[in-house]
Each structure stands twice: as C-alpha cells, then as structure tokens.
C-alpha cells in the first residue's frame, strides 16, 4: 500500500451515522407529533366551520413535507426546514411556538445540512 494514497482511519463516518439516525428519529417525533396536534386542533375546531379543519390540513401537510425532504434530500430540507422554523419565530411570538415549532425546526435543519456537508472527498492516487 502506497503511503500517499493511505488514510488513517477515521471516526467521522460512525458519527455520521449517529448523527443520521438522530437527525431521522428527530424528524419523526417532529412531524409526527406537531402534525398529529394540528390535526387534532383543526377536528376541534371543525364545529366552527371546515375552513378551520382545511388550514390545520394544510398546516400538516406541510410539516409532512418538509420531514419528508429533509429525510431524503438532508441539505436542501434541511435549508427549507431550517427557513421554515426562522419563519415560525419570526410569525409567532408565544413561547410554545418558539419550543415546538421553531426550536425543532432550525436544529433539525441544521444537522441535515451538517449531515449532507460532512461527505469525505473521494480518494486520490498520489500525483493525480
């Protein structure tokens, strides 16, 4: 084995894993539960008249969604979510809005773009 084209091995891809399967879990419990909640609230409030229960759909669908692309494509959802949830703090000033929507949103983005970014160059012989 040439000594130029020799790497030490290295811990990032064990924690790239990890932080894959946190950045996954993450989503899930995410989307679940904050779609699961609008869904919830738009039944509730579904006697007011079914344009609540629309808004509280799409509310869902969207969180679905953004789950969903950073799920498959880490960097680009993870810019989305990321926008989504500085968009959230910016539009909602109550303090449950900041932790359960906005909070999770922007860190869970973040460890999707990290995620994505922290792929190992590809290897070289020496003198190419």
Do not use: C, Y
């Amino acid at each position: 084995m040439n000594a130029a084209t020799h790497r030490a091995p290295s811990a990032l891809p064990a924690v790239k894993r990890w932080a894959g399967v946190v950045h996954r879990a993450g989503l899930l419990v995410w989307a679940l539960g904050l779609g699961g909640l609008s869904l919830v609230m738009g039944i509730a409030e579904a006697q007011d008249g079914w344009m609540n229960l629309a808004t509280h759909l799409l509310v869902a669908l969207v969180i679905v969604a953004l789950a969903l692309t950073s799920w498959l494509w880490p960097r680009w959802g993870g810019m989305a979510l990321g926008a989504a949830g500085v968009w959230a703090a910016w539009f909602f000033t109550g303090s449950f809005a900041w932790i359960f929507l906005a909070s999770p949103a922007v860190v869970l983005g973040g460890l999707g773009i990290l995620i994505d970014g922290s792929r190992p160059e590809a290897e070289l012989p020496a003198g190419k």
